[in-house]
C-alpha cells in the first residue's frame, strides 16, 4: 500500500512562502509521475503543478505559473513545491498524489494514491 503524506503547510502573510512536502513509502516512487492539487473551501479541487518520473518536464496550472516550483528528490521519495509571492487566494488544502505513466498530468482522475492533505492559509 503506497503512503502519500504531506508537510509543510500553514499560515503566512501575502507575499510569503512556503514549501511543502510529500514524501511517498514504496520502492517505486521513480516510477510515476506526481502532481499537486488544491481544494478552497466551497469549491472544486483543482490542478496546481505536476511533474514526470524523472523531473525533467513540469507543467502549472495558469493561477500559480512563475510562482510556484514543483521539484522531485527520487532518492528520498519525495516531491516538493515552493510557493513563492502568496495571495490569499491561495488559501486551500494541498495534495499531493501519484500519477501511473499514461495519465492526464491535470486531471484528478490519473492519479490513484492521494495524500491527506494540508492546510495553507495566506492572510492579507
Known amino acids: 500500500q503506497v503512503q502519500l503524506v504531506e508537510s509543510g503547510g500553514g499560515l503566512v502573510q501575502a507575499g510569503g512562502s512556503l514549501r511543502l512536502s510529500c514524501a511517498a513509502s514504496?520502492?517505486?516512487?521513480?516510477?510515476?509521475?506526481m502532481g499537486w492539487f488544491r481544494q478552497a473551501a466551497g469549491k472544486e479541487r483543482e490542478f496546481v503543478a505536476a511533474?514526470?518520473?524523472?523531473?525533467?518536464?513540469?507543467y502549472y496550472s495558469d493561477s500559480v505559473k512563475g510562482r510556484f516550483t514543483i521539484s522531485r528528490d527520487n532518492a528520498k521519495n519525495t516531491v516538493y513545491l515552493q510557493m513563492n509571492s502568496l495571495k490569499p487566494e491561495d488559501t486551500a488544502v494541498y495534495y499531493c498524489?501519484?500519477?501511473?505513466?499514461?495519465?492526464?498530468?491535470?486531471?484528478?482522475?490519473?492519479?490513484?494514491?492521494w495524500g491527506q492533505g494540508t492546510q495553507v492559509t495566506v492572510s492579507s
Open positions: 511533474i514526470t518520473q524523472s523531473g525533467s518536464s513540469t
Open positions: 498524489a501519484r500519477r501511473p505513466p499514461g495519465g492526464i498530468y491535470y486531471s484528478s482522475s490519473a492519479y490513484n494514491y
Open positions: 514504496g520502492r517505486t516512487f521513480g516510477a510515476y509521475g
